[in-house]
């Protein structure tokens, strides 16, 4: 049980800290889903699925933020790795799709 409780921890640190990558102005007041069935996504939100073990949900909040918002590329690079820590392929690939589609010949504009 010490080895889920630790993982547990460690998805909840990476899950965290995307979420202060997040400025003060990045919040929704909707809640639930959008017009095409996806979460809207709001720290309230991510805070509520974290604080159930929700992680893929607080997930996708974020995740949902972070489509719609000018994000750092640290912000993806801890959903990647959330994604990792969960086991999802599919979510750890699309977050690192997002970090590649941020880098310009300049380099990242959000360290």
Same mark, same amino acid.
């Given at each position: 049980?010490? %080895?889920?409780?630790? *993982? ?5 640190? /990476?899950?965290?800290?995307? !979420? ?9 007041? =909707? /809640? $639930?889903? $959008?017009?095409?069935? !996806?979460?809207? $996504? @709001? !720290? *309230? +939100?991510?805070?509520?699925?974290? @604080?159930?073990? /929700?992680? =893929?949900? #607080?997930?996708? &909040?974020?995740? &949902?933020?972070?489509?719609?918002? @000018?994000?750092?590329? %640290?912000?993806?690079?801890?959903? #990647?790795?959330? #994604?990792?820590? *969960?086991?999802? /392929? #599919? *979510? ?5 799709? +997002?970090? +590649?589609? !941020?880098?310009?010949? =300049? ?5």
């Amino acid at each position: 049980m010490a %080895d889920d409780a630790d *993982m547990r921890l460690r998805i909840e640190s /990476e899950l965290d800290a995307a !979420r202060q990558l997040l400025t003060a102005r990045v919040e929704r007041p =909707e /809640e $639930g889903l $959008g017009p095409d069935g !996806r979460l809207l $996504g @709001s !720290r *309230m +939100q991510f805070e509520e699925f974290v @604080s159930h073990g /929700e992680y =893929e949900l #607080a997930w996708d &909040s974020l995740l &949902s933020i972070g489509e719609r918002e @000018s994000v750092p590329s %640290d912000f993806w690079r801890h959903l #990647a790795e959330a #994604a990792h820590l *969960m086991g999802d /392929e #599919a *979510m750890r690939q699309r977050a690192e799709k +997002q970090v +590649q589609r !941020r880098r310009t010949p =300049e380099g990242d504009p959000h360290p």
